[in-house]
């Protein structure tokens, strides 16, 4: 199974076509470059948190509090204020950081791995298999989020492995359904037929002939449900269901804080405005990669 220099040079052609459309747009390039700060943060966090100066879940209970016990608001000694116990706000959120940005990505990269695999050899096989690796798709996608979460936690309680397993088992469902569906039409190609009449065998069809045809489709789906599993962390954290304390995450953090928003409104907008940031940027980082991809697509520079 030989590639010819025709089908190479196209390749190479469009490839220069979609960098030079994410180029152009201009919200694309300040997203992905939010993400790659997330990034440089979590691999440089403990440098970042030595530059602070305090740690993580170091409590000041005497320079960081007032004297009725109140959280200090951002200053000079605490950049973004303190938390409920006089830890350093954005130590808290730096270390965070790291649980984050882990999370979403390994998370995400399992799910669409899982999902690919599984929609691969139903949308190829057709028939029972098909019929039978649906349905279970099916069943996982009915099963409520939260409800699964609170009793996988009561069994084996919060920790960071039943946290990530039930965040994968809940979000590779779909890229399963729309990869099964993608394979069903792919399949039908000319190119497919030939490599079957040269006497390819099924995994390498499904795995060197149709896989590289909708990769692009894949990567695209697989950087939007990146912000959604940053959601889910925040949501399983904000109910005590994620990560234990005192490890530092940012829906934990609010969760910890939420009683005192009136007289420390700054414990909750900066941890808020960290996952609203995350979340937006990997959310244009998708549609961007999607609008190049899509050969009809004018481009978005102006946008």
Same mark, same amino acid.
């Given at each position: 199974?030989?590639?010819?220099?025709?089908?190479?040079?196209?390749?190479?052609?469009?490839?220069?076509?979609?960098?030079?459309?994410?180029?152009?747009?201009?919200?694309?390039?300040?997203?992905?470059?939010?993400?790659?700060?997330?990034?440089?943060?979590?691999?440089?966090?403990?440098?970042?948190?030595?530059?602070?100066?305090?740690?993580?879940?170091?409590?000041?209970?005497?320079?960081?509090?007032?004297?009725?016990?109140?959280?200090?608001?951002?200053?000079?000694?605490?950049?973004?204020?303190?938390?409920?116990?006089?830890?350093?706000?954005?130590?808290?959120?730096?270390?965070?950081?790291?649980?984050?940005?882990?999370?979403?990505?390994?998370?995400?990269?399992?799910?669409?791995?899982?999902?690919?695999?599984?929609?691969?050899?139903?949308?190829?096989?057709?028939?029972?298999?098909?019929?039978?690796?649906?349905?279970?798709?099916?069943?996982?996608?009915?099963?409520?989020?939260?409800?699964?979460?609170?009793?996988?936690?009561?069994?084996?309680?919060?920790?960071?492995?039943?946290?990530?397993?039930?965040?994968?088992?809940?979000?590779?469902?779909?890229?399963?359904?729309?990869?099964?569906?993608?394979?069903?039409?792919?399949?039908?190609?000319?190119?497919?037929?030939?490599?079957?009449?040269?006497?390819?065998?099924?995994?390498?069809?499904?795995?060197?002939?149709?896989?590289?045809?909708?990769?692009?489709?894949? @990567?695209?789906?697989? $950087?939007? =449900?990146? +912000?959604?599993?940053?959601? /889910?962390? %925040?949501? &399983?954290? *904000?109910?005590?269901? !994620?990560?234990?304390?005192?490890?530092?995450?940012?829906?934990?953090?609010?969760?910890?804080?939420?009683?005192?928003?009136? @007289?420390?409104?700054? $414990?909750? =907008?900066? +941890?808020?405005?960290?996952? /609203?940031? %995350?979340? &937006?940027? *990997?959310?244009?980082? !998708?549609?961007?990669?999607?609008?190049?991809?899509?050969?009809?697509?004018?481009?978005?520079?102006?946008?």
């Amino acid at each position: 199974m030989q590639t010819s220099p025709a089908s190479v040079s196209h390749g190479l052609t469009a490839r220069r076509r979609v960098f030079r459309r994410l180029l152009r747009d201009r919200s694309f390039l300040i997203a992905f470059g939010v993400i790659v700060s997330l990034i440089l943060t979590a691999i440089f966090n403990p440098l970042i948190i030595h530059l602070i100066g305090h740690g993580p879940n170091e409590p000041f209970r005497e320079t960081g509090l007032t004297v009725g016990g109140v959280p200090l608001p951002p200053g000079g000694d605490f950049l973004l204020g303190t938390d409920v116990v006089g830890r350093d706000l954005l130590a808290r959120l730096v270390a965070g950081t790291r649980v984050t940005v882990f999370v979403a990505v390994s998370c995400a990269m399992l799910s669409v791995s899982l999902g690919v695999v599984v929609g691969l050899f139903a949308g190829y096989r057709g028939g029972t298999v098909d019929a039978m690796l649906s349905g279970f798709i099916d069943v996982v996608l009915g099963l409520p989020f939260l409800v699964t979460a609170i009793a996988l936690v009561s069994v084996y309680g919060a920790s960071f492995p039943v946290m990530t397993g039930t965040i994968v088992f809940f979000t590779w469902g779909p890229i399963a359904r729309i990869v099964r569906n993608l394979v069903v039409s792919t399949k039908e190609n000319e190119f497919v037929d030939a490599a079957r009449m040269l006497g390819a065998s099924d995994l390498y069809i499904m795995f060197r002939e149709i896989l590289p045809n909708i990769a692009g489709q894949i @990567v695209v789906y697989g $950087s939007l =449900l990146i +912000p959604q599993v940053i959601v /889910l962390e %925040a949501s &399983l954290s *904000f109910l005590g269901l !994620g990560v234990p304390p005192p490890t530092a995450t940012w829906g934990g953090i609010i969760a910890e804080n939420q009683t005192n928003y009136a @007289v420390a409104w700054w $414990s909750i =907008l900066f +941890p808020s405005l960290a996952l /609203l940031m %995350a979340t &937006l940027a *990997f959310n244009i980082v !998708g549609d961007g990669l999607r609008d190049a991809l899509d050969p009809t697509a004018k481009g978005r520079g102006g946008r």
